[in-house]
C-alpha cells in the first residue's frame, strides 16, 4: 500500500469528522500548526479529537495548545495520530500527562471491489428527512452503546447538508436494524457509523450496508474505500477486502 491511499484516507477522515462536527450547534473546528481540532460542544469523549496531520516543529506547545482549547471548555478529548506521521508525539503525549488509549485500524480498499446483493430481507434507504435521521441515530446508538440522547444530538438532521454524504438505514420488516453513512472526499468513499442492532447481528447485514456505502461512493467516482474499524467489524472488512496498511495512535487524560 503507497503512500497515495493513506493519505488519501487521513484526508477524508479529517474531512467527514470536520463536516460532521460543523452540523452540531456547538462544533469548532480549528487548525494550527499541523493539529487538526474538531471539537462538538458534547462532554463525550470520542467526540472531540484533536488530529495531528503533519509532522509538528514542536510537538510538547501542540499538545498543550489543544488540551488547553479543550480544557477552557470543559470538554474531554482525544489527540489523534496515524503511525508515521510523527513518531514524536507519543513522548509528547506521556510528558503532557496522556496516555495510550490503543489503536484504531486504518482500513483501505484500494482498488474498490464490485459490492454483492444485500440479504433479501433487508430493504436499504437513504435517510432524506429527520424521520430517516432519527432511525440512522438509534441504530448506531444501539450499536455501539450510546445513550440515544447522545446520538441524537450528534446525528440530526443538519447532517443533509454535508454535499454528496449519504447516511443509509437497513430494515427488516419495517423496523431499522443496521445503518451506514458515506461521506466522498479526496477520492475516496469514506464509510461511517456502520452498524447493526444487537437482536440483528450475525445476519450480514453490516457488510451489506458497508457495501452499500462502498457502491454509492463508485457511483460517484471515488477509487478507493477508507475506514476506521471497531475490534468488532475489522474481520468483516477484512473479508471484503480492505487491508489494514497503519493504526491511529489515541491518546487521551487517564481516567477518561
Known sequence: MDEGPLARADANYYAAWSAIVATMPDGETRERGGVLITCSGLPATVFNIAFVTRTLADPDAALRDAAAFFDERKLPFVVRVREGIDPAVDGAAERAGLVSGGLLPSMIMSPMREAPAPPAALEIRSAKDAAGIRDHAAVVADAFAFPVQVAQQVLTERLLRIP?????????????????????????????????????????????????????????????????????????????????????????????
Open 164 to 256: 454528496d454524504a449519504g447516511f443509509y438505514v437497513g430494515y427488516v420488516d419495517g423496523r431499522p436494524v443496521a445503518s451506514s453513512a458515506m461521506v466522498p472526499a479526496h477520492r475516496s468513499a469514506g464509510v461511517y457509523n456502520v452498524g447493526c442492532v444487537g437482536t440483528e447481528r450475525r445476519k450480514g447485514y453490516g457488510e451489506a450496508m458497508t457495501w452499500h456505502a462502498v457502491r454509492k461512493g463508485a457511483s460517484m467516482g471515488c477509487i478507493m474505500s477508507s475506514l476506521q474499524a471497531s475490534e468488532m467489524g475489522a474481520p468483516v472488512y477484512a473479508r471484503m477486502g480492505y487491508a489494514t496498511p497503519a493504526h491511529y495512535k489515541t491518546f487521551h487524560r487517564p481516567g477518561v
